[in-house]
């Protein structure tokens, strides 16, 4: 099996679960040490209280052949980022890519709900957790990741440019969150630039998460059946495909070519030709626009 990223160092900020956790788990696979963070931790519980932690990311990663290393941090508490970017530099002496996935809105996000109804004290959290967090740590971050050329730092967010360009994400405070992470990550990449290293955007498309599947009462051996509460989720995808996008553009030596691009996984699937776990390549964010958001009877036919 080849792994294009052993001796790579790779820092997934937000790896608890979802997509953090596939991306991850891809980076290992591709050989590297991970440093994988988030609040949940087998001694305790974020407000999520979900079962997912990020010891048991730590150990996907080392089974899936990288080097996995959970550290529990807070991405709103400056002074954890520090200490751990410390431990990365004081351990590794080094870091090849940053993944800022640290998200945490779902249980804050008061859909179809205009600005004024709001909450706004959830509505300002919602911000500090989609957007402070990335910031911050980049902050700490980026100094080590520039002493060599050739640094990656993916931001994740949900929807590319031009889709949230011209679409309504059903809150305001959604939609400036995720639309402010693809201009945070156009951002870097002019201050990346002069270092020889490199920012993107990346979403997924519709993402079988841990939360998503227990949302619908299914899991991931039978995900299908959840077509029958929402026939369009026939385009979803597993959280390993984005990690397969963030494996893909880490072991290519030309990334710099996607300098403060907005990305999607279905979208460099085509370019990097890499798969989800079932074989197919689902393009979510074309099939949302042309089928769904067109009004158009849920089949994924030729978009997966």
Known sequence: MQ?????????VAGATRGAGRGIAVELGAAGATVYVTGRSTRAQRSEYNRPETIEETAELVTQAGGQGRAVAVDHLKPAQVQALVLQIEREAGRLDVLVNDIWGGELLTEWNTPVWEHSLENGLRLLRLAIDTHLITSHYALPLLIRQAGG?????TDGTEEYNRTTYRLSTFYDLAKTSVTRLAWAQAQELHPHGSTAVSLTPGWLRSEMMLDHYGVREENWQDAASQEPHFVISETPRFVGRAVAALAADANRHRWNG???????LAQVYGFTDVDGSRPDCWRYLQEVQDAGKPADATGYR
């Open 3 to 11: 792994q294009p990223l052993v001796g790579k160092v790779a820092l």
């Open 152 to 156: 990656l730092v993916v931001e994740m």
């Open 261 to 267: 691009a907005s990305l999607s996984s279905g979208q």
